[in-house]
């Protein structure tokens, strides 16, 4: 403990290579089918992932969710059958059944095993069924839980239309409005101009621009309206378009966009859209900011392959890092933030109930969902002492500026600067456990039970992952789930109390009479 307390006054990083303790990638089909409504994520792997997706998803058979599970056989693993013609038929049927505007095929570790190419049969499964296949490997081999996320969106990112397309398919599109003069059968004649207008572009535009537009030029050819000016290209330069990129829920989303827009900074997308059909224009000319520390393979897509222009800033989780994202977008743009400091200090404010409960306490990270620098960062300034942050895979390129913040509050909270440890080994972290005595560890749930046996407090890092943690107003939704344990350890002293004990672990060695007389108190002061 004094040596933990005497060495720490600036960052370290160490790596343990250890291995990967973290939930499966494919979990995160969980949250992007409801993000992007019109796909359908289909997970070609083993019955072991079918198993994982039933139990950790828990979606009910009768919501008919729109993920399926593409099971590889015995046959398959050995090569005895073709892999492209059945999925051929998933496929088929899946436009049948759903008809979505995109289908996500997501690779898993077996996939990886057995080199299946589902970059290679994608594209020309792709034009026999008329809809764009998106290839994104999650396989746990290779990434952490939130990691396919990342692998997903780098994947669309390469689909996004670019400003000559966008412009390609705008001028199509009032031509086709202009040519509505023989009522059916423009239809025919239109359908071959936009082919023979884009016969140059098509290659490089996702397929879904093409039928997307195509069908908006049908339904609107019976009515047309008067179509609103353009901005000159000039007036466009000079103006480059924000989109940000990672998943969030829809209010989260809406959160985001009014506290920008009330710096005069107005969002022109986000990765992933809520439709596929959606999805925002990329080029040189676009500004690209992310809202989670886990998609540095999205970041660097965007900038390698699409020429966009990152804004390294922390992320917006906590009344702090909320107010360090806004700040750093404004000043790109030349803004000078309105109201940030009045906005922090009175959600600071609100959350005084919490951070009495916290301040003093002591946190471990064991690792899990890499949300653990932004998570330690917000805990330190709201009190607490961070031992360890340990992290399945860092960049620290794309967390550069999270990192500098780190270290800029635990100066100003005059604590000390945790260590940062990447690939962490669970052998290793235990023993630190043992030795520093935590109030609290956060960890995943394959250890949660056993640390708990053992009396530590813990608490999962999953729950942090489906919680909605961005922004000014929701900083109160992680404190809820870290003050959680330490309020049930309060209500256990305290019960303990009453039966006489001062060890909160009484509890595993009540008689079942006691056990009964201990429920009733609770459910008369609840």
């Not at 492209?84 to 095929?105: A, G, H, M, T």
């Not at 034009?127 to 396989?139: D, L, Q, Y």
């Not at 081999?141 to 412009?167: I, N, W």
């Amino acid at each position: 403990m004094t040596q933990f307390l005497g060495e720490k006054e600036k960052l370290t990083f160490e790596c343990e290579t250890g291995n990967y303790h973290t939930f499966c990638p494919i979990s995160c089909v969980s949250w992007l089918y409801q993000k992007i409504e019109d796909s359908f994520f289909l997970v070609i792997g083993t019955k072991t992932c079918g198993y994982f997706l039933q139990n950790a998803l828990g979606v009910m058979i009768f919501a008919e969710p729109r993920y399926a599970m593409a099971e590889l056989e015995e046959s398959d693993i050995s090569a005895k059958l073709n892999d492209y013609k059945e999925l051929k038929r998933l496929c088929f049927q899946i436009k049948e059944d759903r008809n979505p505007s995109v289908i996500v095929w997501i690779g898993t570790c077996t996939t990886e095993i057995i080199k299946m190419d589902l970059e290679g049969m994608a594209p020309e499964l792709e034009r026999e069924i008329g809809i764009p296949i998106v290839v994104a490997r999650a396989n746990g081999l290779d990434y952490a839980f939130t990691q396919g996320e990342d692998t997903v969106l780098a994947a669309m990112a390469q689909r996004c239309p670019s400003s000559v397309v966008h412009k390609e398919e705008n001028s199509l599109q009032d031509s086709l409005m202009n040519t509505n003069t023989h009522g059916l059968d423009v239809f025919s004649s239109t359908k071959q101009l936009w082919f023979d207008r884009l016969g140059q572009v098509v290659s490089q535009a996702p397929f879904d621009w093409v039928k997307t537009n195509w069908e908006r030029c049908q339904n609107d050819s019976m009515r047309p309206e008067k179509q609103p000016e353009k901005q000159p290209e000039k007036q466009q330069s000079q103006n480059p378009s924000l989109v940000l990129f990672g998943s969030v829920p829809n209010t989260v989303a809406t959160q985001l966009k009014l506290e920008l827009n009330r710096q005069g900074i107005d969002i022109s997308g986000w990765l992933p859209s809520t439709r596929y059909s959606d999805l925002p224009v990329l080029d040189n000319n676009t500004y690209v900011c992310g809202v989670h520390p886990f998609l540095s393979r999205t970041a660097t897509t965007l900038m390698r392959r699409r020429q966009c222009k990152l804004i390294s800033a922390p992320f917006p989780i906590g009344p702090d890092g909320t107010k360090g994202w806004i700040e750093k977008i404004c000043s790109i743009y030349g803004k000078t933030p309105i109201g940030l400091e009045e906005r922090e200090t009175q959600i600071w404010k609100s959350l005084e109930q919490y951070l009495k409960l916290v301040r003093g306490k002591s946190v471990f990270f064991m690792g899990d969902n890499l949300l653990e620098i932004s998570l330690a960062r917000f805990l330190i300034r709201c009190g607490m002492i961070v031992y360890e942050i340990g992290i399945p895979y860092m960049d620290r390129r794309f967390q550069a500026a999270e990192l500098a913040l780190l270290e800029q509050t635990c100066l100003q909270m005059n604590v000390p600067i945790p260590r940062i440890v990447e690939k962490p080994d669970n052998y290793y972290q235990i023993s630190r456990i043992r030795e520093l005595q935590p109030d609290l560890v956060i960890t995943g749930m394959a250890h949660a039970n056993p640390l708990e046996a053992r009396n530590i407090t813990t608490k999962w890092s999953v729950e942090f992952t489906f919680a909605q943690i961005h922004g000014f107003t929701n900083a109160r939704e992680i404190l809820e789930l870290v003050t959680r344990p330490l309020r049930r350890n309060q209500n256990i002293n305290s019960f303990s109390q009453v039966f006489g004990s001062t060890n909160s672990t009484f509890v595993q060695n009540l008689s079942p009479a006691d056990a009964l007389n201990m429920n009733d108190s609770i459910g008369a002061l609840s």
